[in-house]
């Protein structure tokens, strides 16, 4: 009985001890749990802590190392011109960001009056800007001729007067008026015979208007040219007779025979085998000229 008892209290003994050891082993563990736990979790904090300082530390970088400054919000170019595409015209920064800029002019019309959006690219940010298109340049023009002849009631055509506009948008062609008045006329007409001054003006699409330029109308009732006849083309042999003159004659409706006021330009060689050109002209006393070309053509 004795032996039984001894051998319950050391099984009790062993299984406490048991127990305690198995506590202790479960109780180590949960503990290496609980630190892995808190280290993993401090290495977290630490990783995110460093991204939080080198997004700091380019947010510094770029307001305070590496300043960048629009020059102006608005830069203004003549129709025309040539839009530059150099970044030094828009910003002021240092030269070693200088290559981090991107300028872009898609949406700028080179050909058209008006206000475009334009930016700059920096830092995965838009710089907005506005490019801005004017035309404040005159059109120059060149006329056809100083003097021109009408009829009465005639219309005389404005456009009809110039022979040469440089102007980079559409353009209209005017008479003035009146000398130093704004009214214009696209035509003019003369109900009387006389001599009369004009100015011809050109105006572009925005308002710019060429210096004024003079021409000098004659009306008059007689603008017919006089006719000459006679002068065809002939063929004649080596060494035959030739006078430019024989068989050509001029008539005016208004002066009759002007004949011996024909004007005879070039010269036939008659010894000489070949294609000779003469040309005969004539004016009647209303500055009416005829003008007339004829080949005269050696053969052997």
């Avoid at 209290?9 to 506590?23: E, I, N």
């Avoid at 050909?111 to 801005?132: H, L």
């Avoid at 068989?247 to 002066?255: I, L, M, R, S």
């Avoid at 000779?276 to 006393?285: C, E, K, M, N």
Wanted: include cysteine; aromatic fraction near 10%.
């Amino acid at each position: 009985m004795c032996n039984s008892y001894v051998f319950f209290k050391q099984g009790d003994v062993f299984t406490s001890s048991f127990l305690s050891l198995r506590y202790l082993l479960l109780y180590n563990r949960g503990t290496k749990e609980v630190i892995l736990v808190k280290w993993r979790n401090k290495l977290i904090t630490v990783i995110l802590l460093l991204f939080i300082f080198l997004e700091l530390f380019s947010i510094f970088k770029i307001t305070t190392m590496a300043t960048f400054e629009l020059k102006q919000t608005v830069f203004t170019y003549e129709l025309g011109q040539e839009v530059s595409q150099n970044i030094d015209d828009y910003v002021v920064c240092p030269d070693r960001i200088k290559k981090s800029l991107t300028l872009n002019l898609k949406r700028v019309n080179l050909n058209k009056v008006g206000n475009y959006n334009a930016s700059i690219e920096y830092a995965g940010r838009d710089y907005d800007f506005k490019i801005k298109i004017v035309d404040t340049k005159k059109p120059t023009v060149k006329l056809k001729k100083l003097v021109y002849y009408v009829n009465p009631n005639q219309p005389l055509y404005a456009k009809k007067t110039v022979a040469e506009v440089n102007d980079a948008s559409l353009t209209q062609i005017y008479f003035l008026k009146k000398e130093n008045s704004e009214e214009l006329a696209k035509e003019k007409t003369y109900e009387k015979v006389g001599t009369y001054i004009e100015r011809v003006v050109v105006r572009d699409e925005q308002g710019n208007t060429s210096f004024p330029m003079r021409i000098k109308v004659i009306v008059a009732n007689d603008l017919v040219v006089p006719v000459i006849k006679g002068a065809e083309d002939k063929v004649i042999h080596l060494g035959d007779n030739f006078n430019a003159r024989e068989g050509v004659t001029a008539y005016d409706n208004e002066d009759g025979d002007l004949t011996n006021k024909i004007v005879v330009t070039g010269k036939v060689q008659t010894n000489t085998v070949g294609r000779y050109s003469l040309t005969y002209t004539v004016t009647d006393s209303s500055k009416n000229m005829a003008k007339v070309t004829r080949v005269v053509e050696v053969i052997e």
